[in-house]
């Protein structure tokens, strides 16, 4: 058994220890809340947060399924009864304390269409709420206009005990935000398009000229050398299969080499000895996406224009090396280049005909990754050309297809 004078001090210990802990709690705490700066502060972190959390349901457009899920953070940013999400002929989402009915829906969109009309924000009370039938235990009822490219595409709609003016103002804001989320959503689509429809491009200009001469090419193996007749034939299909498929706008670089590998072996039994090719691949950039036929029109562009021209032996030699965050590809020949200002005129789309697939290239590795990855080319008349392409090693939001 501990003495009096033993136990007294065991207690005085722990209420010092129980005080420290307090403290040091108390401070960490006091700390936190200093950390998130005043309450101002705290209110502005809270509303981007929610903006946040409503754009990532948002990014394929006013869909129903993004709709639904953003008007849940849409009605909390608002602090409102129900909040409504409508497109130009239908309720999208319906998010609150309303009950949401066929026949409520259906009257919403009546109040929408004026709204849709007029492309002007409306707040329904009294009697023209009766007239619409959607009066509620009191609620008012404010419209706001999604105004898109200078059309009304959809609105948001608000129930609330009273709609003051600060409310419309904060109610035309949220619309206004989420007009802008339709408006990006719309340009990711339409830049989709465009690079599909660059690609299709690339693949009419494959099709007459390369389809010509390899069909050629094969010919004239056949009554000579039948064996390597059919192992041509066989490449031309894998080739063509690659280069006609019809999903996905990115590849990666090892799959883009194989699709070269091929191109070049038909071009050798075309050319013979006069083609040399050279590879010095790095093992760790193969995974590295890119654009899909972003590397077999520049090897063309290589053939056609740089060595077809040219006496006596042509070499083209690609390299892939590993540059910390980037992925640098080249592609150089001995040609005949070109001359520097005719090449600007080329990439700038003021030249036609030859060198498209030069531009086309370009062109999408701008629209993907901005204009500072474009093509770095060096050539001049009797020079050769070289090509450098920079690709960003992590694309998390660009992933391969394989088709």
Not at 84 to 112: F, H, N, Y
Not at 126 to 143: D, K, P, Y
Not at 193 to 204: I, N, P, S, T
Request: aromatic share 4%; proline share 4%; with cysteine.
């Amino acid at each position: 058994m501990l003495s009096p004078a033993v136990d007294i001090a065991l207690v005085c210990a722990i209420a010092v220890l129980t005080i420290a802990v307090v403290g040091a709690l108390g401070f960490r705490l006091t700390r936190s809340q200093r950390d998130l700066g005043s309450d101002a502060e705290r209110a502005t972190y809270a509303t981007l947060h929610t903006a946040s959390l409503a754009s990532a349901h948002l990014r394929a457009g006013l869909t129903p399924a993004g709709a639904r899920k953003a008007s849940r953070h849409l009605r909390d940013l608002l602090d409102c009864d129900t909040l409504v999400i409508t497109d130009a002929s239908t309720v999208l989402a319906w998010e609150g304390t309303v009950p949401d009915t066929a026949v409520r829906r259906e009257r919403l969109q009546s109040a929408a269409a004026l709204v849709l009309e007029s492309g002007r924000t409306r707040v329904f009370r009294g009697a023209a709420l009766r007239a619409l039938g959607l009066e509620h235990s009191g609620r008012e009822l404010l419209v706001a206009p999604l105004p898109v490219n200078g059309q009304t595409v959809g609105t948001v709609a608000v129930f609330a005990p009273t709609v003051r003016a600060g409310l419309v103002r904060a109610a035309n804001e949220v619309a206004g935000w989420l007009a802008t989320q339709v408006e990006l959503a719309e340009l990711d689509t339409s830049r989709a398009q465009l690079m599909e429809a660059e690609v299709r491009a690339l693949r009419a200009q494959i099709s007459p000229h390369f389809i010509y001469n390899s069909l050629n090419a094969i010919a004239s193996y056949i009554n000579t050398d039948p064996a390597r007749a059919r192992e041509l034939v066989v490449e031309f299909a894998d080739f063509t299969r690659y280069s006609f498929r019809r999903h996905g706008n990115f590849t990666t670089i090892a799959e883009e080499l194989q699709s070269v590998d091929r191109y070049l072996l038909l071009e050798r039994a075309r050319f013979g000895e006069r083609l040399k090719v050279s590879l010095q691949i790095a093992p760790e950039v193969l995974p590295t996406v890119i654009p899909f036929l972003s590397l077999q029109p520049l090897v063309e562009n290589s053939v056609r224009h740089g060595l077809e021209a040219k006496d006596g032996q042509g070499r083209i030699t690609i390299a892939a090396v590993d540059a910390g965050a980037e992925a640098v590809i080249t592609i150089e020949d001995n040609g005949v280049g070109m001359d520097p200002g005719y090449l600007r005129s080329v990439l700038a789309g003021h030249a036609e005909g030859d060198h498209v697939g030069l531009r086309n290239v370009d062109v999408r590795l701008r629209q993907v990754y901005g204009d500072s990855h474009g093509l770095v080319i060096d050539t001049a008349p009797g020079a050769g050309t070289l090509i450098t392409m920079r690709v960003p090693k992590s694309q998390p939001e660009n992933r391969p297809t394989n088709a």
